[in-house]
């Protein structure tokens, strides 16, 4: 088990709002984390000798060695039970899940999940398992193609677009030296991918924001959620979602993530607070 204490600051979240939520109100000592802001602390902390080729880290004290070269977000699911606040001083443990080994069609995958709880005086705040998958390497996966995703005329719709400018402050924020995000030439030559990675980690928070502005006032309880394809820098993608009732038959937001076709990138679930 890996345990790391942070206090959460005001800069990383006021780093972040200025590249990607410049509508939010400034974040001042003693006011509400909104939720999923706090993936932008508790940064990498690997020393350079222990990054794979690819930047991302070959260890974190938790996961036993995995001979595979490349390490990507796939889901999580988490659950909020107060809201953190900046100014917090909060301790994180992180413990190893299920680890499992598929072989798929592009070659070996290794799904690992790393349970992370965090506290404040011994108050359990958040609970999230984070889903990784270790891939083998052999070329870029075959995307192929996918059928647009089914919504509905109920459902908001929220487009973006993200440059390399932001990719790279995201990057920095969370000390994130993946070369897939801001190193094109390794994106392309190496990983055989057509431009710069969008961040799983950085997808999933403009998830989350998305959510709740579209339901001002609501307080997010749980959020569950799967990437399935990868978003691009420079391409459009569209965050929609609809009202919808969780499997424990309480409130809930059905999110998806589409990419410039209209087919889904991600999927997931956010619970609210009855």
Known sequence: ??????????RPAADYRGTFAVADPPPREGGELPPGWEGLYFPFDTPLAGL???GSPAGDDVLPPVDLPRRMYAGEDTTFHRPLRYGEEVERTTALGSLVTKEGRSGTLVFADLVRVLRVAGEVVCETTWHDVFLDGSGAPAPGRRAPAATGPDWWRRPGVLDARQLFRFSATTFNTHRVHYDRDW???VEGLPDLLVHGPLARVLVLDAARRENPGRVVAGFSYRSSAPLFVDRGFVITGHGTTTGDGAPGTEVLVLDEEGSAAGRGVVRWAS
């Not at 088990?1 to 005001?10: G, I």
Request: avoid cysteine.
């Open 52 to 54: 794979r080729p690819d």
């Open 1 to 10: 088990m890996s345990v790391r204490t942070e206090v959460l600051e005001v």
């Open 187 to 189: 994106a392309r030559e």
